[in-house]
């Protein structure tokens, strides 16, 4: 499959390098061009506003939305959830709206800036080792939406989904390129 990764600004490349070692061809996408040439997209983690302004310039939102809503599968890691989704908690920013969900950005932020944790995600054999860098929670999700995992919000306790999945879209506030695990990537190209 050829895999591409959305190459404005963020970790792009780890995503790459984890896409190539599962035996796929990885492609930086800049351009509505080369998002053609894709089967499937990553969002990858960074500043959600960087990368909205940068993907309104660029003139990729637009073409983005289609590909998605046309069934391509798509995974959104931390700024690249906060992109994929309908609305945030705060101001308003340039955002796809194809996840129907809200999004509180630097949610751990109050408690954490960042920490790691074994986290246990539905479909997943095993927990996956989850870092989190000012790390967005999901505040809510409309009825498509299934949540696959959750952490507890350190102020309330009240479990936060951190992992949803809402049709050819998978959706993880941490950063799963940072390790060399690709069960999520795996999960969200179908793979297994
Ligand atoms: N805090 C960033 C944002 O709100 C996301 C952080 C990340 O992607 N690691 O866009």
Redesign the pocket.
Known sequence: MRVGALALQ?DFREHLAIIEGLGHIGVEVRTPEELDDVDALIVP?????TIGRLATIYGLIEPVRRRIEEGMPVLG????M?FLATSTTGPDQPQLGVLDAVVE??AFGRQVDSFEMALDVTGLDGPIHAVF????WIDKVGGSVEVLATVADPETGRDRPVVVRQDNIVATSF?PELTSDGRLHELFLGDH
């Not at 983690?45 to 506003?49: K, R």
């Not at 890691?77 to 690249?80: E, I, R, V």
């Open positions: 963020g983690g960074g500043e959600s506003t890691t931390c700024a690249g906060i950005r630097n860098i000012r790390a967005p950063h």
